[in-house]
Nanobody
């Protein structure tokens, strides 16, 4: 069982930056790939980024490549999403997810946080 808790969301102007954090409970954090997904009102939950268990591999949606960076600190049981050059279309609730295996398909992930709102104003 893994419990996830996101933080760091908020309101930012277009072009600004935010860093999201996701703290995981338990002693098996390194057993899980970690991912970030987002969901805008009336839309499906979309893949944003993911990182392998050891942090050696990262994956990004085309829409955020070059602007967002995912990282993890296995000593702190925490995964981060650094978001730069934010655009109004990045506005969504951002969710942290954990699963033993990486996928860009949201339903395949086992554990989810409660989400944190990111709003980018134009």
């Amino acid at each position: 069982q893994v419990r996830l808790s996101e933080s760091g969301g908020g309101l930012v102007q277009a072009g600004g930056s935010l860093r999201l954090s996701c703290a995981a409970s338990g002693r098996t954090f390194i057993s899980y790939a970690m991912g970030w997904f987002r969901q805008a009102p009336g839309k499906e939950r979309d893949f944003v980024a993911a990182i392998s268990r050891g942090g050696g591999s990262t994956y990004y949606a085309d829409s955020v490549k070059g602007r967002f960076t995912i990282s993890r600190d296995n000593t702190r049981n925490t995964v981060y999403l650094q978001m730069n050059s934010l655009k109004p279309e990045d506005t969504a609730v951002y969710y942290c997810a954990a699963d033993p295996f990486y996928s860009n398909y949201a339903p395949s992930w086992d554990y989810w946080g409660q989400g944190t709102q990111v709003t980018v104003s134009s």
